[in-house]
T-cell receptor, first 112, second 111 residues
Framework: DGGITQSPKYLFRKEGQNVTLSCEQN?????MYWYRQDPGQGLRLIYY???????QKGDIAEGYSVSREKKESFPLTVTSAQKNPTAFYLC???????????FGDGTRLSIL | AQSVAQPEDQVNVAEGNPLTVKCTYS??????LFWYVQYPNRGLQFLLK??????LVKGSYGFEAEFNKSQTSFHLKKPSALVSDSALYFC?????????FGAGTTVTVRA
């Protein structure tokens, strides 16, 4: 079945540590997105990529970095500069046009 | 800036009763609107979208939404709610290449 796979499901970060969240899709979608979800705040866009080797900052990019070396993969690194990383992180993808985004099942990141 | 607002944090209904989740939008130009549902510790699932045409949009799981241009609203509806409809619902508007989401409405359907 086609879909989006996020791993790990749960992740713990120590102070000063960078961690990387994985997002892989086999839907042949061109565009991919990373969101952060906090209780009562909806989803906020961190980064997005419309094609391979290109990505743009979203609304809350500070303290995060991404790469898009392959169409299927869009990993997110939460750096030590992100002082409040505890959240639920969601990856999404879509094809071109006014089409819905398809979401993975998220990674919950906590601080040790 | 394009945005949506969900004025109710929570909606509680009895099973079998009609369910309405409210959404209002603020956009320049034509609005492209979406509804998603999220179950605990899961990603969002697409329910329906409005691009143009008929103001009543039918979607998945028996849900529908009514687009009202004069009231700038896009309310989600279900004629007869099920306990399994209990979840978090998000309205979203397409902004350039992105989606802007409302804060979400928690729906609880009691048996």
């Amino acid at each position: 079945d086609g879909g989006i796979t996020q791993s790990p499901k749960y992740l713990f970060r120590k102070e000063g540590q960078n961690v990387t969240l994985s997002c892989e899709q086999n839907l042949n979608h061109d565009a991919m997105y990373w969101y952060r979800q906090d209780p009562g705040q909806g989803l906020r866009l961190i980064y997005y990529s419309q094609i391979v080797n290109d990505f743009q900052k979203g609304d809350i990019a500070e303290g995060y970095s991404v790469s898009r070396e392959k169409k299927e993969s869009f990993p997110l690194t939460v750096t030590s500069a992100q002082k409040n990383p505890t959240a639920f992180y969601l990856c999404a993808s879509k094809t071109f046009g006014i089409q819905p985004q398809h979401f993975g099942d998220g990674t919950r990141l906590s601080i040790l | 800036a394009q945005s949506v607002a969900q004025p109710e944090d929570q909606v509680n209904v009895a099973e079998g009763n009609p369910l309405t989740v409210k959404c209002t939008y603020s956009v320049s130009g034509n609005p492209y609107l979406f509804w998603y549902v999220q179950y605990p510790n899961r990603g969002l699932q697409f329910l329906l979208k409005y691009i143009t045409g008929d103001n009543l949009v039918k979607g998945s799981y028996g849900f529908e939404a009514e687009f009202n241009k004069s009231q700038t609203s896009f309310h989600l509806k279900k004629p007869s709610a099920l306990v399994s409809d209990s979840a978090l619902y998000f309205c979203a508007v397409r902004t350039y290449y992105k989606l802007s989401f409302g804060a979400g409405t928690t729906v609880t359907v009691r048996a």
